[in-house]
């Protein structure tokens, strides 16, 4: 079974500072694509970056990162320079071999302290 | 950039009416999606609709649930008799060669 679980359900950081996202998945398929979506309060989906299985290295996308470690099925997200509009709730997803629905980890809420 | 639309952002209903929720995604994507999120709640599946038919379908999506695609432009996701526990939003979503693009929501509360 497909799974995507993300351990922090709150983090705080200090405005400038980098933070890391936590995320680890679960697959037997050896195709698949990793995303993060920051939800800010208003409630869209906005998408910051996609990571797929082959892609030899991390994806980046302006001060978002990707970090894929495959061995270790993890693909945390990496916000340098932290800015208070990065305040949201961010979730981590996958797509998986043949499937073609994103299944959603349970999110973590990022506070940004001035 | 392309964006999927969705219509209304924000529905009040009666439990035990009928709603429909519209999305127009974007134009050369084949395949659709609706999702849903109760609030606080992870963002769950409901369906996936390609070539005119269901694809797939989530537990959540029962006999309450039904989709259409009635003019080859919009993708409609019809609730019969509303429960209480439909509030939620609800994210219309299509994908094409580039990858998945989100609708921005509608929130809908059953009251």
């Known amino acids: 079974a497909q799974k995507i679980t993300q351990t922090q359900p709150g983090m705080f950081v200090q405005e400038k500072e980098a933070v890391t996202l936590d995320c680890t998945y679960d697959?037997?398929?050896?195709?698949?694509?990793l995303f993060w979506y920051k939800q800010p309060s208003s409630g869209e989906m906005i998408f910051l970056i996609y990571?797929?299985?082959?892609?030899?290295q991390n994806a980046t996308e302006g001060r978002y990162s990707l970090n894929f470690q495959k061995a270790r099925k993890s693909a945390n997200l990496v916000i340098s320079a932290s800015q208070l509009g990065d305040s949201a709730m961010y979730f981590c997803?996958?797509?998986?071999?043949?499937?073609?629905?994103?299944?959603f980890g349970s999110g973590t809420r990022l506070s940004i302290r001035p | 950039e392309p964006e999927v639309t969705q219509t209304p952002s924000h529905q009040v209903t009666q439990m035990g009416q009928e709603v429909i929720l519209r999305c127009v995604p974007i134009?050369?994507?084949?395949?659709f999606y609706w999702y849903r999120q109760i609030l606080g709640q992870k963002v769950e599946f409901l369906v996936s609709?390609?070539?005119?038919?269901?694809?797939?379908k989530s537990e959540i999506f029962d006999d309450q649930f039904s989709v259409e695609r009635p003019d080859g432009s919009n993708f409609t996701l019809k609730i019969r008799s509303t429960k209480l526990e439909d509030s939620a939003m609800y994210f219309c979503?299509?994908?094409?060669?580039?990858?998945?693009?989100f609708g921005s929501g509608t929130r809908l509360t059953v009251v």
């Open positions: 990571q797929g299985s082959y892609d030899e």
């Open positions: 979503a299509s994908r094409g060669q580039n990858g998945y693009t």
């Open positions: 609709f390609y070539n005119n038919e269901i694809s797939e």
């Open positions: 134009s050369n994507h084949l395949y």
């Open positions: 697959t037997s398929d050896q195709s698949y694509g």
């Open positions: 997803a996958m797509i998986s071999g043949s499937a073609s629905k994103i299944i």
